[in-house]
């Protein structure tokens, strides 16, 4: 059966009696807790794409507590507070470029249009302060990992970069990335042919996310054609960082062209575990089948999570992969 673990998290309170999932409203009298919400300065948006950004955030004080995250082996997230309506939302850092942004904060957002924390990020003028704290684990990566098979949805693809920066040149990782634009991994060019799929996924394109309208096929230009996106670039940096070229594959999948990631594709990825073990590899090291995503991503293909005595915890494995022998495998929803 496929182990499950836990993510811990609680529930601010809002004046309309609606809760979301964040973490407790208690801060301590310590500066450097991760509970405590703390002001970083908006260095920097970058926009890649017409609904997304970049948002380079920047504070002396408390970024080098905070970065010290990714030198341990967790997935890890922060909470960026939107001060108007007291709500929060939690983001996945972007792993570092160059050794210039070792003391910034890089969060790859998304505009959704009924997303309080989003929209007022996307309205802040470069300058403004933005009140942001954490770091909070959102899941601790095993000791040994021998293969990790990634489905990413949309900006999902943030903790893909993360584990593929932990990970580096360690083990060998398929990363999936799913978009309903090009204009979303302009440029990507996957590294494993793949058409698109009339069948099942087709049927229930749009199902993967909560908001916004694919295009059709014939909108699309020449993606090759395009130069990449800072996140395939990212990728592509990644890729070139592995010491050898097959440890990390990356596929793009766009609605608009009429691609998607489909069952078969996971089985194959699934079944072919191990076949490129390296020598000295540990036998009872992890395989990893991560969902990142918006929530109908992960629950179209995993199952939705769970609230059991106020935590949010991960739930039976559901979704399409129900329909994968996932024996041998950790399942984690993101």
């Known amino acids: 059966m496929s182990k499950l673990f836990t993510l811990r998290r609680a529930i601010i309170p809002v004046a309309s009696g609606f809760a979301i999932a964040a973490y407790r409203n208690q801060f301590s009298s310590d500066d450097s807790s991760p509970d405590k919400f703390s002001t970083f300065k908006l260095a920097s948006r970058s926009t890649t794409s017409s609904t997304s950004s970049i948002f380079t955030l920047e504070s002396k004080e ?11 082996r967790n997935l890890w997230s922060v909470q960026i507070k939107q001060p108007q309506l007291q709500i929060a939302r939690a983001y996945t850092p972007l792993p570092p470029r160059t050794s210039a942004e070792d003391a910034s904060i890089r969060l790859l957002i998304r505009r959704d249009r009924r997303g309080e924390v989003s929209n007022y990020l996307h309205k802040l003028p470069v300058g403004a302060q933005v009140e942001l704290r954490g770091p909070r684990v959102e899941y601790k990566i095993p000791a040994y990992v021998d293969e990790v098979v990634f489905l990413a949805g949309g900006t999902g693809i943030a903790p893909a970069l993360q584990l593929a920066h932990t990970l ?11 978009n309903r634009k090009r204009e979303e991994c302009s440029g990507g060019q996957s590294d494993t042919v793949h058409s698109a799929d009339s069948g099942l996924l087709s049927s229930v394109r749009g199902m993967f996310w909560t908001t916004g309208q694919g295009s059709t096929a014939s909108d699309v230009s020449n993606p090759h054609a395009q130069p990449p996106s800072e996140i395939v670039q990212q990728l592509d940096s990644l890729k070139r960082a592995y010491p050898d070229d097959s440890c990390l594959k990356v596929d793009y999948f766009v609605d608009e062209e009429g691609t998607f990631i489909t069952v078969d594709r996971v089985k194959e990825l699934v079944r072919g575990a191990g076949t490129m073990m390296k020598p000295g590899s540990v036998p009872s090291a992890t395989r990893l089948l991560v969902v990142s995503g918006p929530e109908g991503f992960v629950s179209h293909w995993a199952g939705p999570k769970q609230w059991i005595d106020g935590q949010e915890v991960q739930g039976p494995v559901g979704g399409l992969l129900s329909q994968v022998s996932l024996r041998d495998w950790e399942v984690v929803k993101l």
Request: no cysteine; glycine share 4%.
């Open 62 to 72: 408390q970024a080098h507590s905070i970065l010290q995250q990714p030198q341990q």
């Open 168 to 178: 580096q040149g360690q083990t060998k990782m398929s990363v999936l990335w799913a």
